[in-house]
C-alpha cells in the first residue's frame, strides 16, 4: 500500500493561505512540521516508485518560504507544496515535477522546462531534419489518454533561421517541451494517488528516451558525452 495524504495537509495550506503572515506561521510551527513529514513521505515513495523504472538522480523537495526579494508579492509563505525529480545526467534528459496544492490545483509536470540555447537548437534542427520519431510518440495512444498533448511557450512564427513554412513548425517553434496532468483535491487524498503520478511518470518515457538521444548526439548521430 502507498503512502495516503491526509485531509489535514490542504487543510493547513487554506489556513496558511488566509493567515500568510509570520506571526500565525510561528505559532502553527508543530502543525506545519507534522504536515511536512506527511509531505515528504508522500515524495519518497514516489521516488522509490520512478527508481524501479528511472535512474534518478536526487529529489528536490522545495521549501515553503518564498523569495520576496525581487517580488511585488511579498507574501512569505508559499500555499502549495512543490517537488522535482532529477534524471542522471549527461545521459538521462528531462525531469519530473510533483505539485499539490488545495481548490483543484495540484498537478504533475514533466519534460523539458528551460532547455538551454544548445539544446533547444539541437531539438529544433533534429525537428527541421526529420519528426516522424517524435509525432508517432506524441500520437500513442496510451500516453495520449494520461497526458493528452505537448505543451510550451512558443515563438509567434519561427525562431531565427528556421523557415515560418516548415512542415513541422509546430514543434520547432516552442521554446518548451512539456506534458502537465492535473489532479482534483479528491484525486490527491485518495488511495491510488501515488500510483496514478508513478504510472503517468512511467508512460512518458518513451518520450525522454527519444529525447535523451537526441541531446546526447549530434545530427550526425554521433555522442556527444
Not at 182 to 211: C, H, W
Amino acid at each position: 500500500m502507498h503512502q495516503t495524504l491526509s485531509k489535514s495537509v490542504f487543510d493547513y495550506l487554506k489556513k496558511l493561505e488566509k493567515n500568510n503572515n509570520r506571526d500565525w506561521f510561528n505559532d502553527n510551527k508543530t502543525e506545519f512540521r507534522a504536515v511536512e513529514k506527511e509531505v515528504k513521505a508522500l515524495y519518497n515513495e514516489v521516488l522509490n516508485d520512478l527508481r524501479i523504472h528511472d535512474d534518478i538522480d536526487k529529489l528536490k523537495i522545495f521549501r515553503i518560504y518564498r523569495d520576496v526579494r525581487f517580488s511585488k508579492n511579498k507574501l512569505p509563505y508559499k500555499t502549495h507544496f512543490g517537488g522535482s525529480f532529477n534524471r542522471v545526467k549527461p545521459k538521462l534528459r528531462g525531469g519530473y515535477y510533483l505539485h499539490m496544492q488545495p481548490n483543484n490545483e495540484s498537478f504533475i509536470a514533466t519534460g523539458f522546462w528551460e532547455p538551454s540555447p544548445a539544446d533547444l537548437l539541437r531539438i529544433r534542427k533534429e525537428f527541421e531534419m526529420d519528426a516522424s520519431e517524435m509525432r508517432d510518440i506524441l500520437n500513442d495512444t496510451s500516453l495520449k489518454n494520461i497526458w493528452g498533448g505537448l505543451q510550451g511557450d512558443e515563438v509567434k512564427t519561427a525562431p531565427k533561421g528556421f523557415n515560418k513554412d516548415h512542415e513541422n513548425i509546430d514543434l520547432i517553434k516552442k521554446k518548451q517541451y512539456i506534458f502537465i496532468k492535473k489532479y482534483t483535491d479528491q484525486e490527491v487524498l485518495s488511495d491510488g494517488f501515488v500510483g496514478s503520478v508513478g504510472e503517468a511518470f512511467k508512460a512518458i518515457r518513451p518520450y525522454f528516451n527519444y529525447m535523451s538521444d537526441v541531446l546526447t548526439t549530434d545530427l550526425n548521430g554521433e555522442s556527444l558525452i
